[in-house]
């Protein structure tokens, strides 16, 4: 797992290593890594910098000194003030500044490269107006732009986005910032590229898994498993009417390799036989039961009959809607943007400007883990901790996709695994395998990818 650090946790990180040697020349080191990743990506052409008032501004201008011992590199002081070290280096290493935002737009035409230099862990929220409309412009002409740290009008923090520059990549220091992996912002960041400065990156409650991560707890049975001790998992999902996300949701949970599927939903037991025949229809012994998907309707009664088994539950999709006041310890509750909206009481647009700090309410209020489902994917725990799990490409945004979850989800929670360990590693297999397989299949076919890909797994 990567860990990611707030604004407030990285400033902390730097001060006690300054507390430990006050001589030492972080910004030296951001700088020079700065300007290794863009000779990487325009290795000749003019650069422009745009250089704003603080230390953002100041890497940047150290970065703009290195280039130009090689090629033409101009700088716009787009605050009318600047890191006066950096300055002078830059100027002394032979850097032209443009003098205003309209000759800034005009060397757009010839740039090979912008850098971003405007603002980094000091950022508020948005763009002044002269930048605001440089950043469209390097949009529209599409200049590749490297931001430093981060894409300049982004908070540190992730939250709502306004004005901000639209990355190609982001060199950022130490370690990801919640602007780099949630949403809406971090789709502004593009490539993010982590240089390592010198700064230990501190324990926080916020990280990504990997795929090492995957690999290396996946479980596998040995000689000595059987049924049971891999996993039993009971689904009650699926109606007449939506037969199909019962068959959706058992796939997911056989390709996740659980040891057995119980069925004990709505759908008719021949079309579940015809498809799977080692399913076991009914109730009986498990270790962990999925809920929800394709009931088609919140059903109190059929709620209450999955509490009373008394096993941790994957709560999808219809039964979200008649969850029990409290008693959700070890559960895991899988909305998408709009059902965690409706369990919060708040707008969609809330949840998707503040999906962090939506899924993490829920979790706390409910005392539940909850995965938010959608392009990234988040697993909030009521302690608070988030793990944002490995992003696979758009085309998985598809019906269907949501019940495969929940039962490979099921199957991993049978396994033993808590809650977020199984949200996390779910929700992540499933993107690989729509990484791996690219294009546009239907889910239960990209479901049928899954055993591959938990054999690939790259440690
Ligand atoms: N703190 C450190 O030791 C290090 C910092 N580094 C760099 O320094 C950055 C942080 O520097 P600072 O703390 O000086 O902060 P920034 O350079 O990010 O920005 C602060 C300045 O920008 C202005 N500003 C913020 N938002 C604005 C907006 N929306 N419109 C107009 N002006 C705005 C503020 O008024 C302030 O003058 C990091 O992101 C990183 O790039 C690196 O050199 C590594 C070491
Ligand atoms: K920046």
């Excluded at 508020?124 to 894409?151: H, N, S, Y």
């Amino acid at each position: 797992m990567k860990t990611v650090v707030t604004a407030q946790q990285m400033r902390d990180a730097e001060r006690a290593v300054w507390d430990a040697d006050p001589d030492v020349d972080l910004m030296t080191r951001a700088a020079a890594g700065v300007a290794r990743v863009a000779d990487e990506m325009a290795p000749e052409g003019p650069v422009l910098v745009v250089v704003g008032p603080g230390n953002n501004g100041g890497d940047g201008l150290f970065a703009a000194a290195t280039l130009a011992e090689s090629r033409e590199v101009l700088l716009w002081l787009a605050a009318g003030r600047a890191h006066d070290e950096g300055l002078a280096a830059a100027r002394s290493a032979g850097c032209r500044e443009v003098g205003d935002p309209a000759s800034a737009r005009a060397r757009l035409a010839d740039a090979s490269l912008v850098i971003d230099a405007f603002t980094g862990l000091g950022a508020r929220p948005g763009l002044p107006p002269d930048v605001a409309t440089f950043a469209a412009a390097c949009e529209a002409w599409q200049v590749p732009v490297l931001a430093v740290d981060q894409p300049s009008g982004l908070g540190t923090d992730g939250g709502p986005v306004g004005h901000s520059f639209n990355a190609t990549v982001t060199a950022t220091f130490a370690a990801r910032k919640p602007c780099h992996v949630v949403e809406p912002a971090a789709s502004r960041c593009g490539d993010v590229v982590v240089q390592d400065i010198g700064v230990p990156v501190p324990a926080t409650d916020l990280r990504i898994l990997e795929e090492s991560d995957l690999a290396n707890w996946w479980p596998t049975p040995d000689a000595a498993s059987d049924k049971y001790s891999r996993g039993v998992v009971l689904l009650d999902t699926g109606s007449e009417r939506y037969a199909g996300a019962a068959l959706l949701g058992i796939s997911g949970a056989l390709h996740a390799g659980a040891g057995m599927v119980r069925y004990a939903g709505g759908a008719p037991s021949g079309l579940v036989l015809g498809r799977f025949p080692s399913v076991v229809l009914g109730e009986g012994r498990a270790q962990a039961a999925v809920v929800g998907s394709g009931w088609g309707e919140p059903d109190e009664a059929r709620m209450a009959r999955a509490v009373e088994l008394g096993l941790p539950l994957v709560v999808d999709a219809d039964a979200l809607g008649v969850l029990p006041d409290g008693g959700m310890e070890g559960w895991l509750l899988t909305p998408h943007a709009g059902e965690l909206a409706r369990l919060l009481g708040v707008g969609r647009d809330e949840v998707e400007a503040d999906p962090l700090g939506a899924a993490r309410e829920a979790a706390r209020r409910h005392g539940a883990t909850v995965l938010l489902k959608g392009a990234a994917q988040y697993v909030a725990e009521p302690s608070g901790r988030v793990t944002v799990a490995v992003r696979g490409p758009n085309w998985t945004a598809q019906a269907g996709s949501g019940d495969v979850l929940a039962g490979i989800c099921g199957t991993l929670l049978a396994a033993g695994l808590p809650a977020w360990k199984a949200a996390a590693m779910g929700a992540s297999v499933q993107a690989l395998a729509a990484q791996r397989h690219p294009g546009p299949y239907p889910p239960d076919r990209l479901t049928e990818f899954l055993p591959t890909v938990v054999a690939n797994l790259d440690a």
